[in-house]
């Protein structure tokens, strides 16, 4: 198992950036495959972003593609997501989500998730 515990939220006006992190336990995190997810009030969770186990591979929802990227260190058992032009659609609490099968990887289905950050932009 893993354990997920996300920082770095907070209110930004709309334009700004911020950096969310995702730190993990266990030391086994080279393991997982690693997401960004967001759900917005009165909203379902969607998908952001999502990082193969090394690193060289993502995928982001076009809502935020060109404007986020994520990363990771694995030596550091942490995923980031780093959040560019901000916009007020944007605003949502934002979960970090890890996933072992590679299978279950492509269909977007992840086993452990993070209490979540809130992000909030202003306009």
């Known amino acids: 198992q893993v354990q997920l515990v996300e920082s770095g939220g907070g209110l930004v006006q709309a334009g700004g950036s911020l950096r969310l992190s995702c730190a993990a336990s266990?030391?086994?995190?080279?393991?997982?495959?690693m997401g960004w997810f967001r759900q917005a009030p009165g909203k379902e969770r969607e998908f952001a972003a999502r990082?193969?186990?090394?690193?060289?591979?993502?995928d982001y929802a076009d809502s935020v593609k060109g404007r986020f990227t994520i990363s990771r260190d694995n030596a550091k058992a942490t995923v980031f997501l780093q959040m560019n032009s901000l916009k007020p659609e944007d605003t949502a609490v934002y979960y970090c989500a890890a996933v072992q099968s590679f299978g279950r990887y492509l269909k977007n289905e992840f086993d452990y998730w993070g209490q979540g950050t809130q992000v909030t932009v202003s306009s």
């Open positions: 266990g030391r086994t995190f080279s393991t997982y495959y």
């Open positions: 990082i193969n186990w090394s690193g060289g591979s993502t």
